[in-house]
């Protein structure tokens, strides 16, 4: 049992380049989220899923696109990718009904130069 | 009326000493209030949660204290230990609406517990 798991775990990308991340998990959760992690700034969420082939803008939207085809994908995706968005990128996931638990994966730290 | 305010940024404990972390909101629908831990390099995981219907909660040397009417929330870490350290998040969860789906996060707390 995996849990969530993020790819690539670092990119450096160069500005205006296009790159998408990818978060896979195991336990079949209905919702889940992409955020980026900035020091100082907590977590704030760019995108989230509510079940397969749904997705609804969160805090920071803008200059990003996301798509969940498969339920247990969701893809978080930099069109033309801006200094303003090195981060550290989390995808979380949880069940729709019981415990209200967020699992994360490890993080995906982007660089954009 | 959607922040979570905690406080401090950061934070130097002795080793057996007492962390405690606070966090404010003002919006008195939120309904669920937990705290996350994350070591580096790592994603956040859940260490201990509340309900607004409770004004404490107790899981080993981690305590939750709830004040409803002042509408404040706190983590106090006893006999702190280096293991400990890591970044805490709060944050709280709105149960109306789209907010259902979201957790409101707090910006941190680097703890850093000393030998």
């Known amino acids: 049992n995996a849990g969530v798991t993020q790819t690539p775990k670092f990119r450096v990308l160069k500005t205006g380049q296009s790159m998408t991340l990818l978060c896979a998990q195991d336990m079949n959760h209905e919702y889940m989220y992409w955020y980026r992690q900035d020091p100082g700034m907590g977590l704030r969420l760019i995108h989230y899923s509510v079940g397969e082939g749904t997705t609804a803008k969160g805090e920071v939207p803008d200059g990003y696109n996301v798509s969940r085809l498969k339920k247990q994908n969701f893809l978080l995706g930099l069109e033309s990718a801006a200094p303003s968005q090195t981060s550290v990128y989390f995808c979380?996931?949880?069940?729709?009904?019981?415990?209200?638990?967020?699992?994360f994966g490890a993080g995906s730290r982007l660089t954009v130069l | 009326q959607q922040q979570v305010k905690q406080s401090p940024q950061s934070l130097i404990v002795q080793k057996g000493g007492i962390s405690i972390i606070n966090c404010a909101y003002e919006?008195?629908?939120?309904?669920?209030f937990p705290w996350y831990q994350q070591f580096p390099g790592k994603g956040p995981a859940l260490l201990i949660a509340?309900?607004?219907d409770v004004s404490e909660k107790k899981e080993g040397r981690f305590t939750i204290s709830f004040n409803k009417s002042a509408k404040q929330f706190s983590l106090h870490i006893m006999d702190s230990q280096p293991g400990d350290s890591a970044t805490y998040f709060c944050?709280?969860?709105?149960?109306?609406?789209?907010?259902?789906?979201?957790?409101?996060w707090g910006a941190g707390t680097k703890l850093i517990i000393k030998p």
């Open positions: 919006n008195t629908a939120f309904d669920y």
């Open positions: 944050a709280a969860k709105n149960p109306l609406g789209d907010s259902n789906y979201q957790l409101i």
């Open positions: 979380a996931s949880r069940l729709l009904s019981g415990a209200n638990v967020l699992t």
């Open positions: 509340i309900r607004p």
